[in-house]
C-alpha cells in the first residue's frame, strides 16, 4: 500500500475533461513537487507533468497539473483515445529512509 | 538523444542472484542521479533504488534495502542493480531511469525494462 493514493480507475468520452488525483501527507506531496507519468505496456513510462505543472517538450498543452496542500491533480482537456494507460504520480517523501514514493495508478479509459 | 537500454532479466530460482544492467547514451551518467523503479504482474510502480550523480548517497526502499546493491561505472557510463536472495515478489519488469541533479530531481527518461522472473 503506497503511502500517495490515486483512484484505481478514470474514464471519460473523447473532449471530455477528467481530472486524476494523487493524495498524500504533509512529509510529501505537502512539501515537494509532484510529477506525473504515462504508462502503456510494452513502452517506456513517459513523463507528462513534472514540478507539478510543468509539461516537458511534446506535451501537448491539454495535459495541466496542479498541488494544493497534500493533494495534487493531473487533468487532461479534450480526451482523446490516445491518452488512454496508466497514469502515475510520484514525489519526493522527506521522512522516509527510501525516499522516492509512487501512487498506486490510474487507469484511464477513453470510452 | 537520451537512451536508456537494460538487459539482464532471465527466469531464475528463489534464493538466487542476479545483476541487472542499464546502458546510458545521450547523456554522461555521473551527471545525474540515477533510479530503479520496478512493476510487478498487476501491480503499480515501486521505486526501489537511487544513486546521486556523485555516488555519494545511495538510498534503497525497505522491500529490497540488505538484499539489492545498485553501483554504476562512469567509464562504461552503465548503471547496475545486484539482486541477492531473490524472492518470488521481485518478480517484475525492472526500468532504469535517469533522475534530475540533485536527488530529489526529476525522473524525466526511462528505459523499457527488463524482466525478472523469479520461480522454481
Known amino acids: 500500500q503506497s503511502v500517495v493514493s490515486q483512484p484505481p480507475s478514470a474514464s471519460g468520452t473523447p473532449g471530455q475533461r477528467v481530472t486524476i488525483s494523487c493524495s498524500g501527507t504533509s512529509s510529501n506531496i505537502g512539501s515537494n513537487y509532484v510529477n506525473w507519468y504515462k504508462l502503456l505496456p510494452g513502452t517506456a513510462p513517459k513523463l507528462v507533468i513534472h514540478s507539478d505543472y510543468q509539461r516537458p517538450s511534446g506535451v501537448p498543452d491539454r495535459f495541466s497539473g496542479s498541488r494544493s496542500g497534500t493533494s495534487a491533480s493531473l487533468a487532461i482537456s479534450g480526451l482523446q483515445s490516445e491518452d488512454e494507460g496508466d497514469y502515475y504520480c510520484a514525489v519526493w517523501d522527506d521522512s522516509l529512509t527510501g525516499p522516492w514514493v509512487f501512487g498506486g495508478g490510474t487507469k484511464l479509459t477513453v470510452l | 538523444e537520451v537512451l536508456l537500454v537494460e538487459s539482464g532479466g532471465v527466469v531464475i530460482q528463489p534464493g538466487g542472484s542476479l545483476r541487472l544492467s542499464c546502458a546510458a547514451s545521450g547523456f554522461t551518467l555521473p551527471d545525474y542521479s540515477m533510479h530503479w523503479v520496478r512493476q510487478g504482474p498487476v501491480k503499480g510502480l515501486e521505486w526501489i533504488s537511487l544513486?546521486?550523480?556523485?555516488?555519494?548517497?545511495?538510498f534503497y526502499a525497505d522491500s529490497v534495502r540488505g538484499r539489492f546493491t545498485i553501483s554504476r561505472d562512469n567509464s562504461k557510463n552503465s548503471l547496475y542493480l545486484q539482486m541477492n536472495s531473490l524472492r518470488v515478489e521481485d518478480t517484475a519488469l525492472y526500468y532504469c531511469?535517469?533522475?534530475?541533479?540533485?536527488?530529489?530531481?526529476?525522473?524525466?527518461?526511462w528505459g523499457q525494462g527488463t524482466l525478472v522472473t523469479v520461480s522454481s
Open positions: 544513486m546521486s550523480r556523485d555516488g555519494d548517497m545511495i
Open positions: 531511469a535517469k533522475g534530475g541533479e540533485g536527488v530529489s530531481g526529476v525522473i524525466d527518461r
